[in-house]
């Protein structure tokens, strides 16, 4: 019996990225070096100035300090054993106010999305409330708060109003074709917010999670300013207080760093949901 005859039809070889591709691929690579090198220039720059002017008696070195400064302060204040204490007092009250605050704002958000009649009721006072001045609520906060407590508040306060109307115009702004489409099959209210409202605003989310972290922040050191016996803001005022601006400067600078670090992080969770959603 014959062999059945092999299929002899060659196999195409799968083409290669094309040389266009490869030069849009080189120039971005080169893009972004240019970026982070302009920045690292930027930040040299800064700093440069910043010791130089100073020691030129530009600027007053008792109200400046200089970098070179920083440093032995820094070293002090950990040594000293306290450094430590005040990063992390401000640290973790920053993420449970953001944490509050995001969780506040979604639910609320998704309150008035699913029902129109409670946004026009609540949407006046939210706007009031996020216009008014919220160092004004700090002796409140201590009041009905306590010292410990009361940078929490201050945190949710500054950043959970902002969070709202964001997240709220992500919900709004959500296409109503999908919507009818949902409801079309079937869908509930329930599942067209989990399954097309909610999947749908996540670059909304990531915009409000950019504004929040540093509204947490900034409520935490007001906070710290009035009302916290440790934290980088308690440290910010007791070395202005006593004049010795090269604490203060080292207080910013770790502000500086744990900004930069919590900018890091949303990037990276960024880039993450852009190739999940992009």
Known sequence: MNAPIANTVPLR?????????????RRDRARRRNIRVAQALLLVVFLCAWEILPRMHV???LLTSYPSALWPTFIELWNHG??????????SATLVGFTLSMAIGIVVAAALWWSDFLYKVLDPFLVVANAMPKIAFVPIFYLWLGSDYAVYGMAVAIAVFVTIMVVYAGFRGIDLNKVKLAHTFGASRWQVLTKVVLPGSVPTLIAAVKMNIGLALVGVIVGEFQSADSGLGFLIMNGSQ??????????????ALISSVMYLVIYRIEAAVARRYG
């Open 13 to 25: 070889a799968v083409p290669g990225p094309s040389d266009k591709y490869l030069d849009y691929l």
């Open 59 to 61: 600027l007053n070195p």
């Open 82 to 91: 306290s450094l430590g204490k005040h990063i992390m007092t401000t640290l």
């Open 242 to 255: 006593v004049f010795k601006l090269n604490i203060v400067m080292t207080a910013i600078a770790m502000l």
